[in-house]
């Protein structure tokens, strides 16, 4: 499949079937996310698949939507902050490796047929408590992953974004809004 199918094929997916998830293609994802690239290296993320039902149930507790509740499987994205590079200015690069490496698991999922949703509001204190984190481990998402109990509308696009001539610059910086 072209890059670009594989893109649009992507989407938040918030209803899964009953149905398990192989372990050999929850690997093929789970690797996708440990060849992802981060700022020098570091690799400062760990990732807590959660599959029991008993420790589903109080992941999912985190983030009040019934819909939750249909993902077979939730990965907890964790970002480590004590092994993040930061650069001369200071800014620390957790979030912006975390999220590569979600970027990469999301399609990854998708290119197997796996639905994903990338869930960032939820109880970060709570989760930290249920996953008995260390200080400077912060849980940044959670990840439902499972089979999609819906179809993608892979035109969709064209409707919910911007055009191109709103997002994309040319040798500087220019903000000319698109009249729709």
Request: charged share 30%; net charge positive; with cysteine.
């Amino acid at each position: 499949m072209a890059f670009i199918d594989l893109a649009k094929q992507r989407y938040s997916c918030r209803k899964y079937l009953d149905k398990p998830i192989e372990k050999t293609l929850l690997l093929q994802v789970l690797e996708s996310v440990r060849i992802a690239p981060s700022a020098k290296n570091k690799q400062p993320w760990h990732f807590v698949v959660i599959n029991d039902k008993e420790n589903q149930e109080k992941i999912k507790s985190c983030y009040n939507r019934e819909w939750v509740k249909s993902a077979p499987t939730i990965i907890v994205v964790c970002g480590d902050h004590r092994q993040a590079w930061r650069r001369s200015d200071g800014k620390i690069h957790t979030d912006i490796d975390i999220a590569i490496a979600i970027d990469h698991m999301t399609l990854a999922a998708a290119d197997i047929g796996l639905g994903t949703c990338w869930v960032c509001k939820f109880d970060v204190m709570k989760c930290a408590k249920i996953l008995e984190l260390p200080e400077g481990v912060e849980p940044i998402a959670l990840i439902p992953i499972g089979y999609p109990a819906d179809e993608v509308d892979l035109n969709r696009h064209e409707q919910l974004r911007k055009p191109i001539n709103e997002v994309i610059h040319w040798e500087k910086f220019y903000y000319k809004p698109f009249k729709r």
